[in-house]
RNA sequence: GCCGACGUAGCUCAAUGGUAGAGUACUUGACUGUGGAUCAAGUUGUUAUGGGUUCAAAUCCCAUCGUCGGUUCCA
């Protein structure tokens, strides 16, 4: 028979308090900084037409590999080019029940807001390149990924941070970019030299790849992944790799791209020329000097001048944001400056081994962000925080200790069911005072059972009132945080209940709390 | 997808073909209205699952599932 097994979906989780308190506190601290510069916050829906965010019909050709797809249970229109309702031969509008998909970044419906607002304009045919109206948000929420391998520190459903700017060329924004980054970083609390901006133009890569003879997107396409992995491999490992091939340590053979061995060496020249150098100055020289002068490489050094330039004039300068030619960036569909926080945290794995956190955001200028819907080139620049990275990172190299064992509430003991009117009362005139405080409801009301919960949930205070004190007019207070301090000191039971308990009159109860907390 | 390692109590891990154990956690008590520490007692298992070899399997073999490491792919 078969039977329900409660459990999670693969590479989804649940968040305890903890990791919960770290996420908002990076979401706050980042938000903070991106309205700081302008931006403001959107939110769209979780599900999407799959078509609108550039994945198609699993039938088509392009399956929508990597995302979560689904039909949607209801028939709706199918639409032409020109926006209007798709008829058959009997002029009956043509329905179907279209693909939908979870997000798989916060880009893509992007796009989609971005083109629906200039909808009615481009139907008109007033929408034009180089005149598209400047748009800028931050957006923040949950994004799906199907992956099939899931490496630790990488899940199906994760939070991204992002902020975009479309409608501008003008590469200040991604030197503002930059700039935001690096304030998002030190408000969440990592200091100066634990993370560093590290910046590229795709222009560079193109045109140094053009002067080799790597001409065509796709050639350049594969160089470039295998150049993106050098810092996790190694320089002499690329070199195999854009080679004959390699082998692996676990003995697996790696296929090599076999470029020619003077391609090669260039190559491998060009990556360890500018390794070393620490001044965006001289790594702009040194490019300037290196004599690859074609249309791209003039232009993205170009663009980088600009950038420098932009942030020495607001004194940004190499302990925050560096140049590194040899920084990739996966993905295809950037097209000029891209960029990418590195940690240069490192922690001790449970093996004990030091382990990097590496690369926590990203992003780049990328001008093609609707050419799906409406056709045209935008331009548009934005990055990424990646919020779980983050966070783990946060936790892992115990930057923010305090928020790994958060205060609890103010605990108010059971003792009698005839007083829960006035447990009610107490609550009631903390919580006004702005005091977290909880009533006890457990099963087990011994006294015992709820000093230990409230143990257990880090409560700073305890709150008595049972008979006894009923008659007596007064509460007993226990100073539960005192108590965890002595506790190591004292043996005695009835000396710490001494220290760390005190009875009150009633109506100086409230006032006591709160000096305490 | 490919290569390799691993899978024993809620958790961390022992037991090298011969009775499945410890620490921790949990429960109860010493303390009948008092957290921690201490002490005492107690609970916890189809040794991932299924098959095979053997007088005898947590241990050896095969398969499946899962986890981890590396590799491939990734809008």
Not at 404 to 422: A, S
Not at 437 to 456: I, M, P, S
Not at 483 to 508: P, T, Y
Request: charged fraction near 30%.
């Amino acid at each position: 028979m078969r039977g329900i097994l409660p459990r999670k979906i693969k590479g989804f989780r649940d968040l305890g308090p903890e990791l919960t308190r770290v996420k908002w506190d990076i979401i706050h601290s980042a938000s903070q900084i991106y309205r700081n510069y302008g931006f403001e916050h959107w939110d769209t829906p979780v599900i999407e037409y799959a078509d609108c965010l550039g994945k198609y019909l699993p039938e088509s050709d392009s399956v929508a590999e990597g995302v979560y797809s689904f039909q949607n249970p209801e028939k709706e229109p199918v639409y032409q080019t020109d926006g209007k309702e798709l008829r058959d031969e009997n002029d009956h509008v043509v329905m179907e029940n279209h693909f939908l998909t979870l997000r798989y970044d916060l880009t893509a419906p992007l796009a989609r807001v971005y083109a629906e607002k200039l909808w009615a304009q481009f139907l008109r045919n007033q929408v034009q390149e180089n005149k598209t109206p400047l748009f800028r948000r931050y957006q923040y929420g949950p994004v799906y990924r199907f992956e099939h391998k899931l490496d630790p520190g990488r899940f199906r459903e994760f939070w991204q941070l992002d902020f975009d700017t479309v409608g501008s060329d003008d590469v200040s924004v991604d030197a503002e970019a930059c700039m935001i980054l690096s304030d998002a970083m030190e408000a969440l609390g990592l200091k100066r030299g634990d993370y560093l901006v590290k910046v590229n133009n795709r222009k560079l890569l193109k045109g140094f790849l053009y002067h080799l003879g790597i001409d065509t997107d796709e050639k350049e396409q594969t160089v470039l992944r295998v150049i993106d992995k050098v810092d996790k491999i190694g320089i002499q490992s690329m070199g195999e790799e854009l080679g004959e091939g390699r082998m692996d340590v676990s003995g697996a053979r790696i296929p090599g791209l076999g470029l020619d061995k003077t391609v090669i060496h260039q190559i491998m020249d060009f990556l360890q020329k500018f390794s070393d150098s620490e001044k965006r100055a001289h790594v702009l020289e040194a490019l300037e000097k290196s004599g690859i002068m074609n249309q791209y490489t003039q232009e993205g050094i170009q663009e980088l001048h600009r950038i420098d330039s932009t942030l020495k004039a607001i004194d940004f300068l190499e302990d925050r944001v560096i140049f590194s030619p040899s920084l990739v960036r996966g993905m295809g569909y950037y097209t000029g400056p891209v960029f990418e926080v590195e940690s240069t945290q490192t922690f001790k794995d449970e093996k004990g081994r030091e382990r990097r956190v590496g690369s926590i955001c990203g992003g780049g200028r990328y001008d093609n962000l609707v050419k799906n819907l409406l056709g045209i080139k935008v331009p548009a620049t934005g990055a990424s925080i990646g919020v779980d990275r983050l966070a783990e990172l946060l936790f892992l190299t115990n930057r923010l200790p305090s928020v790994t064992q958060p205060t609890g509430p103010v605990l108010v003991i059971v003792f009698d069911d005839e007083l829960m009117p006035e447990y009610q009362v107490i609550a009631r005139e903390l919580r006004n005072k702005g005091v977290n405080t909880e009533v006890f409801y457990g099963f087990q009301r011994g006294l015992k059972k709820q000093l230990a919960y409230a143990d257990q949930k880090n409560c700073p205070v305890a709150i008595m009132l049972g008979e006894d004190e009923l008659k007596k007019g007064v509460v007993t207070v226990r100073d539960l945080r005192l108590g965890k301090e002595m506790s190591s000191e004292i043996a005695n039971k009835d000396e710490w209940k001494k220290n760390a308990q005190f009875e009150v009159q009633r109506e100086l109860l409230i006032d006591k709390i709160v000096s305490m907390i």
